[in-house]
């Protein structure tokens, strides 16, 4: 293919102005016509023949226009856009891919949700097989080698539990187990809260670059703040190297990444906390 494509707006467009020039043009061509062939056609000198050319100019002038606009390039060629539903990590994943062609959005999509699975079998705390249980169940000083994803998502949480001063705290897995969250649910008594609540923080966890140890026995780490952050985290790295891949919603659960590569710059709106169902205004 010459990497051309019809626009058929371009091309009613081109149409409609070319019939207008025609009207305007036509008064002025039969004026000229009329003024050369008083007595007969000055070409061809037959007393009969009017000398007019303006029946056969319309025609070639909207060939001409339709050509032009047939070798006009593309400047919005579609594409295509596929949308997915399923359970992942606990929640629904809904997720929209726009991208140059059906097998492209597919394509991308499938790393999407491999990069998201591969999360949660890393930080899943509701199994005792998942990478960060692992590490919660090793011995108390023993260094363990960790994945470079898990390693720095180690490494991202505890800079956000310093720079909140311990009120993002990853280290709940005491809490969750005082409060019986993964078996129904219980209430705890005092003095097991008020061991709990002492045994949060990272006070106890060495990160050194891949290594890592735990230096308390009460430190349990609980993925349920961050987790899924950190597996869209992922998607969206999966999706950087998609190729063909232009723009992308991704919903784990309520929280939403969008994605744009390319494509068109997403506009989000920020309600006015003045009036309600209302926008203030918009992030681009």
């Known amino acids: 293919m010459s990497g051309f494509a019809i626009d058929a707006q371009f091309v009613v467009v081109t149409l409609a102005a070319a019939w207008g020039g025609w009207i305007l043009l036509r008064p002025l061509l039969r004026w000229r016509s009329a003024k050369k062939n008083v007595g007969g056609c000055g070409r061809c000198a037959s007393p009969d023949c009017t000398g007019k050319t303006t029946g056969r100019l319309l025609p070639v002038f909207l060939a001409g226009a339709a050509a032009a606009s047939a070798a006009a390039p593309a400047s919005n060629a579609p594409g295509e856009r596929v949308e997915r539903r399923l359970s992942l990590m606990g929640t629904s994943l809904e997720l929209s891919i726009e991208a140059a062609d059906r097998a492209a959005a597919l394509a991308a999509s499938e790393r999407a949700v491999a990069a998201l699975e591969a999360a949660a079998v890393r930080l899943s705390t509701w199994g005792d097989d998942s990478e960060?249980?692992?590490?919660?169940?090793?011995?108390?000083?023993?260094?363990?080698?960790?994945?470079?994803?898990?390693?720095?998502?180690?490494?991202?949480?505890?800079?956000?539990?310093?720079?909140?001063?311990?009120?993002?705290?990853?280290?709940?897995?005491?809490?969750?187990?005082a409060w019986g969250l993964r078996t129904g649910g219980r209430q705890p008594a005092e003095d097991e809260l008020r061991t709990a609540v002492a045994a949060g923080g990272l006070h106890g966890l060495r990160l050194d670059g891949r290594t890592a140890?735990?230096?308390?026995?009460?430190?349990?780490?609980?993925?349920?703040?961050?987790?899924?952050?950190?597996?869209?985290?992922?998607?969206?790295?999966?999706?950087?190297?998609?190729?063909?891949?232009?723009?992308?919603?991704l919903d784990l659960g309520g929280q939403i990444v969008l994605f744009s590569h390319g494509g068109a710059p997403w506009r989000v709106p920020v309600g006015d906390a003045r009036r309600p169902g209302r926008a203030g205004g918009a992030l681009a």
């Not at 260094?143 to 720079?163: F, G, I, Q, Y």
């Not at 230096?215 to 999966?238: F, I, Q, S």
């Open 132 to 177: 960060l249980a692992r590490f919660n169940r090793a011995p108390v000083g023993e260094p363990l080698t960790l994945s470079p994803e898990l390693a720095a998502e180690l490494a991202a949480v505890r800079h956000w539990w310093e720079e909140t001063g311990g009120a993002f705290d990853p280290a709940v897995g005491p809490l969750v187990s």
């Open 213 to 249: 140890a735990r230096e308390r026995a009460d430190l349990l780490l609980e993925e349920g703040g961050w987790g899924k952050g950190a597996g869209l985290a992922a998607a969206v790295a999966a999706l950087e190297d998609a190729p063909g891949v232009s723009r992308a919603t």
